[in-house]
């Protein structure tokens, strides 16, 4: 499973206080304590008002690439903020965290992949790519293919091969939606098998909003969706009860051999319940 980690996101109260009071000691433990945790990214989402946003996200990613030795997941709702930044972690970083991140996101709304695929198509970074364009997010998984065909192939007509992107079908809001997982695991199921190497993820909270105890939705979301065949997600991986989840649910589908990464991390204390010495 590749961990984006959700944390670095001025939408999340904490994160959003830290950033008004240049907290910078906060966004520096949150950085590092996703590390441990396994994020493979750390995603980097201001979440303020868009005069201000530019400076935001260069002072999360300062702390960040300084804290971590993780690449980072850059994440907007405008194409050309995240091409700045993408600019910005090119002139910043090196290694591997300068080429290995991932942009968040395209879709096929007007002009979001014409600003974004040209730009990375020469290095080795991905991209989370959404199944919605300008009419919205459809719930019907035979729309979500289509979406993605789309996708794939103008990424493919950029240089971009589909190993590289981290399709996000969209699951929708389960208190407004009954049917938002299966549609979602469906999707998932279709573009899988006419597109076997592309990542599947989600921002796994989306399906829990508005409803009580979320974290008991987020975690079978997590599971069921595996199942189905996401192999990738935005998550917290400071969560004991999330990292369980995780690693049980990879040990029951075979892709963990022996149980070695659960014992793992469990022994490492990763599920809030390290052994205690002999």
Known sequence: MIIIGEKINGFIPKTLAAIESKDS???RTIAQAQE???AAYLD??????????RETLQWLIDIALSAADVPLCLDSSDPSMLVEMYEYVQEKANGRQASEGLINSVSLEEGKCEA??????AGKWGVVALTCDNNG?????EVKLQLARELIKRAGDAGIGPERLFIDPLVTTLATKQDSLINFNDGIKLIKAEFPTV??????SNISFGMPYRKAINMQFLSLAMVAG???AIMDPTSSDMQATLHATAAL??????????????????????????
């Not at 990542?199 to 796994?204: A, R």
């Open 199 to 204: 990542h599947f993820t989600s921002g796994l």
């Open 137 to 141: 997010i459809p719930d019907d998984p």
């Open 230 to 232: 996401m192999d990738s």
């Open 116 to 121: 974004i695929f040209p730009v990375i198509a």
């Open 253 to 278: 589908l075979g892709q963990d051999e022996y149980c070695m990464e659960y014992l793992t991390a469990y022994r490492a204390g990763l599920f809030g319940t390290a052994p205690k010495p002999a």
């Open 25 to 27: 000691d906060y966004i």
């Open 36 to 38: 441990v945790g396994g």
């Open 44 to 53: 980097i989402c201001a979440g303020v008002a868009p005069e201000i946003e």
